[in-house]
Structure formats: structure tokens, C-alpha cells
């Protein structure tokens, strides 16, 4: 008899589309990965560190050379300095990170406030540590907080705030207002914001990412999530770090030492060495927002209706002009009947809401995405 601890959790959709597009052999703008390679240099710097022999454990936080090029770059970037002995810490990517943060911090009983639509990550990691999620729902175009929302749920049992901003799936991002709010809500209570950013150098239309790492009171209680996956192109490498006041990160990593204890060396060392050029992230906004215009102009006279993506390199779109039917059953049917596969944004919400809303990613090459819009374009 088995007593599962997720009883009612089954495969992930990302899971499930991705295996029905290759069935299909469809276009598969489903699943959260850019389909383009990574930088050469990049791949020759880890061939470097493994040639010389850097191919043993790392340390637990991370090598040194990571930990202060991170550090470097929090710093001219937003402005804080952490430190990289005690406040950074290297992980197998951000989802590891999500989670050792939340079991370390995360007691029986615990709330969680969550907003929904959420990555799917957070939710089972807050169940399986005993806690309790506390969802808010946000709605399509904006997905946009409303702080009084929170200012309602949060009490003495809230342990943690969950806040994901450029947001996926949503697309949008977390203005200076917004985190002013924030900051003053969590302001003399000990509840820890987990600040996911993985998407922290897509924002587009000349927007600027406002991490935590900026607004000095609401720093000193948040942990802070990246992934060098989303970064650098390379998510199959899971490759990430968490940022935090030190008393935080000491107890991360009492968990980390004994879930995964280190990461992968040589490329720790390749990354560090490769972070000594900004411009090698400091292009992103750039490349993505080209690629979202051309995605876009590519559906002009398609009967979908959209708000252009904020931040990260997700596009939604709305059907309800072409079908009623079920955000689920339409992704299905399209990606057997049309060849074009998606994410149905109910997946993200922990009761479906229906908005008729479809979540593509854009991280691909020009000619996927010219491929993808002519189909989209044929639906009527
Ligand atoms: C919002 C968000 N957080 C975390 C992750 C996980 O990042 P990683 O691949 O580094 O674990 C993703 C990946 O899609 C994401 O979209």
C-alpha cells in the first residue's frame, strides 16, 4: 500500500503536449525551451574546464569564481551586493532551487500565498513539505495584482509569499508600484518572499526587470531564484542560483548539501568565465522582443486576439472568436488536427478558469515561427 504524498498529482502537461506534438510531428510551441543553439564560445569553455581536469565535485554552494561573477552581476545590474561566501548559492536550476527553498523554509501548517496562474512547480513543493497554498487568481490580458487581494489573505500562519515576475505563463511583469506595495505589506512581518526571475533579462518595450534585489527592505526577507537554462539557451544544462540574506541561505543550504550537495563543475566554471561579458545577457531584451514582433506580424489576419507579451518569451492568445470549446480539448485537438502544439493556460490555475487562452512560446527560429503562424492563421 502506498501512501502517496501527491495523491492527486499526475504527469505535467508540459509533459503530456510535448509527447502528443512528437506523435503528431507537430510544431511544438508548447513547451518552454528555446529551439535555437546555444553560444559556441560557450560550449568551448566547458570543453576547456573539462580538459583541465575540473570535472570533480564542486563545492556545495558553488565554485568561487560563479559565486563572485554572480554576485558582480547583481550588483551592477540591480544595485545590492550580495555576498558571495554566505547570500549565493548555485543550484541545479531554478526548479531545485524553488523547492530546497521551500522545504527548508516551509513548516506543517505553513501558508503560502501563490498567484494563479502559477509555474507548476511551486504548489507540489509547498504540499509535500505539509504547507498550504493560499491561491489568488489574476486574469487575462493583465494578469495584474491586486495588493489588497493579499493585504485579505496574509496572518500569522503565512510563511512565505510566492511572486514570479516576468511571468510565465502570463507574460506580464511586476511594475515599481507594484513592489513598493509589496515591500510595504511584508514590512514588520517575518513572512519570506520567493522572488522567481528566471525571466529577469526578457522584458520588453523598453520595460526594466524590478527584482526584489532593488527595493532594500523587501530584499532583506526574500530569496531570490535565476536560471542560467533560460539565460544562456541552455535549459537542458539545469543550471541556476538562489540570491538571499544569509541567515536564509544558511538554511538552504542545510537542505541543499543533502538533496543534490553540489552542481556540475565544468560548467560552473564556463559560465563564470563567460558572465565576464555582460553583452553575452545584455542582448536578450533585444533578440526576444524582435523575435515576439515577428511572431505577431506573422498573425496579422489570423482570427486570434492578443496583448503583446510584457516580458518573458511567451505569447498568448486568445480564440474565443473561433471556438468555445475548452482551452484543454483545443490544444489537443489542434496539435493532432492542425499540427501546432500549446499550453492551455487553465493547467496553471488550481481550479480551470476558462478564458479561452492559449500559451505559445516564441523562443524558437524564424522559421518555426513562420511555420507555426501559417497554421494559426489557417484556423477559422
Ligand atoms: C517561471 C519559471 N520558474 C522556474 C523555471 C525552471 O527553471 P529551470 O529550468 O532552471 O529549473 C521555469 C522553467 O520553465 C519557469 O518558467
Excluded at 512528437?22 to 529551439?35: K, L, R, Y
Excluded at 553583452?279 to 506580424?297: G, T, V
Excluded at 493556460?345 to 503562424?373: G, H, I, N, T, W
Aim: charged content about 20%; glycine content about 6%.
Amino acid at each position: 500500500m502506498i501512501h502517496s504524498k501527491l495523491p492527486n498529482q499526475g504527469i505535467t502537461i508540459f509533459t503530456t503536449m510535448s509527447k502528443l506534438a512528437a506523435e503528431a510531428d507537430a510544431v511544438n510551441m508548447g513547451q518552454g525551451f528555446p529551439g535555437f543553439p546555444i553560444d559556441t564560445k560557450l560550449i568551448g569553455l566547458v570543453e576547456k574546464y573539462m580538459e583541465k581536469g575540473w570535472n570533480q565535485y564542486a563545492p556545495m554552494s558553488g565554485v568561487i569564481p560563479l559565486r563572485r561573477a554572480i554576485s558582480q552581476k547583481l550588483l551592477s545590474t540591480y544595485g545590492r551586493n550580495y555576498d558571495p561566501e554566505t547570500e549565493i548559492n548555485v543550484t541545479a536550476g531554478a526548479t531545485q532551487a524553488i523547492f530546497t527553498a521551500i522545504t527548508a523554509l516551509v513548516n506543517e501548517g505553513d501558508e503560502v500565498v501563490l498567484f494563479a496562474p502559477a509555474y507548476d512547480c511551486y504548489a507540489p513543493a509547498i504540499q509535500v513539505n505539509g504547507g498550504k497554498p493560499v491561491w489568488i487568481q489574476l486574469h487575462y490580458p493583465d494578469y495584474s495584482i491586486q495588493w489588497n487581494e493579499l493585504k485579505k489573505v496574509i496572518n500569522h500562519r503565512t510563511r512565505m509569499i510566492i511572486i514570479n515576475s516576468p511571468l510565465n505563463p502570463g507574460a506580464s511583469v511586476l511594475s515599481t508600484d507594484d513592489m513598493e506595495e509589496l515591500q510595504k505589506i511584508v514590512a514588520e512581518t517575518d513572512i519570506i518572499v520567493l522572488s522567481d526571475e528566471v525571466y529577469e533579462h526578457i522584458v520588453f518595450d523598453g520595460r526594466q526587470h524590478q527584482s526584489a534585489a532593488r527595493f532594500s527592505k523587501l530584499a532583506e526577507q526574500s530569496l531570490l531564484v535565476f536560471s542560467f537554462g533560460k539565460t544562456f539557451h541552455a535549459t537542458g544544462w539545469k543550471m541556476g542560483y538562489i540570491a538571499g540574506p544569509a541567515p536564509l541561505i544558511a538554511e538552504f543550504r542545510k537542505i541543499h548539501q543533502y538533496n543534490v550537495f553540489s552542481c556540475n563543475s565544468p560548467i560552473q566554471y564556463a559560465i563564470a568565465e563567460y558572465m565576464e561579458e555582460p553583452e553575452h545577457y545584455k542582448y536578450l531584451p533585444d533578440f526576444y522582443q524582435r523575435k515576439r514582433d515577428y511572431f505577431l506580424h506573422l498573425l496579422e489576419g489570423s482570427r486570434f486576439r492578443w496583448k503583446p507579451a510584457a516580458g518573458s518569451y511567451f505569447q498568448l492568445l486568445n480564440y474565443s472568436e473561433i471556438s468555445r470549446e475548452k482551452d484543454t480539448d483545443i490544444a489537443i485537438k489542434w496539435t493532432k488536427e492542425h499540427r501546432i502544439s500549446s499550453i492551455p493556460l487553465s493547467v496553471f490555475y488550481p481550479d480551470p478558469v476558462q478564458e479561452s487562452v492559449l500559451r505559445f512560446c516564441f523562443a524558437k527560429e524564424d522559421a518555426e515561427l513562420e511555420m507555426a503562424a501559417e497554421i494559426l492563421r489557417e484556423i477559422k
